[in-house]
């Protein structure tokens, strides 16, 4: 007689975790750093973030305007797209919408483009309604170089690749450019709940 005992049901990590976890990820200890090159370290007198549409720049930013806007605390999930993720990082930092406000700028695009050259597309939509901010902060600390201080992008709903660290530059457009990564195949949106990694998934 083989009793009916139900089995499986034990789980090393809260069931929380593994319902926040996107298809393919997995839980990661300490904070990775990822990038394509060097860290640049750009002085803050000589910072400055533009918002522009084509070659009609918006707005200008100094490192000092920029810290006048208002900053919101963010607490999110992040996923890289080489299957780590983190829970509950948290953020303080400018919101897009923020940023846009008064711009004038009404496109379907945008790409950020950073330091260093690295570059990202998104979808505005993607970017706007409270989804995405230019992040100043990590831990309640400066942002580091190398996680992309003075000021990163942070769309945490997407793969951390367009999370653009070290963003000078906000352009929008007409057209869906495609940035770094994306030109080498990596997926136009990135969303990891779609698993979205490759331009063919
Ligand atoms: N400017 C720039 N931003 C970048 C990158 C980069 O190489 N350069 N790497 C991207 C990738 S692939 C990931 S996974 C995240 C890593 O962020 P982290 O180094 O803070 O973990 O930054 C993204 N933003
Ligand atoms: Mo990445």
């Given at each position: ?38 860290t640049?370290?750009?002085?803050l ?6 918002v ?70 998104l ?16 831990g ?62």
């Amino acid at each position: 007689m083989s009793p009916s005992v139900s089995r499986g049901f034990s789980r090393s990590r809260p069931a929380t975790d593994d319902a926040r976890l996107p298809p393919g990820q997995h839980l990661v200890e300490g904070f990775p750093v990822l990038s394509a090159g060097p860290t640049p370290h750009v002085p803050l007198d000589q910072w400055n973030l533009t918002v522009r549409a084509g070659n009609d720049t918006a707005r200008r930013l100094t490192w000092p305007e920029f810290r006048e806007l208002p900053s919101e605390t963010i607490t999110a999930d992040i996923h890289c797209v080489t299957s780590w993720s983190k829970l509950d990082t948290v953020w303080e930092g400018v919101s897009v919408d923020t940023l846009l406000e008064g711009s004038g700028i009404d496109k379907p695009y945008v790409i950020a483009v950073c330091d260093g050259g690295y570059t990202t597309n998104l979808d505005v939509a993607d970017v706007t309604g409270g989804r995405a901010w230019l992040a100043h902060a990590y831990g309640g600390e400066p942002l580091a170089p190398e996680h992309g201080g003075p000021v990163r992008l942070l769309v945490p709903h997407l793969y951390l690749w367009k999370s653009a660290k070290w963003v000078r530059e906000l352009v929008f457009a007409d057209e869906n450019t495609p940035g770094f990564w994306e030109s080498l195949g990596y997926h136009a949106r990135g969303d990891p709940w779609r698993e979205q990694r490759y331009s063919d998934d």
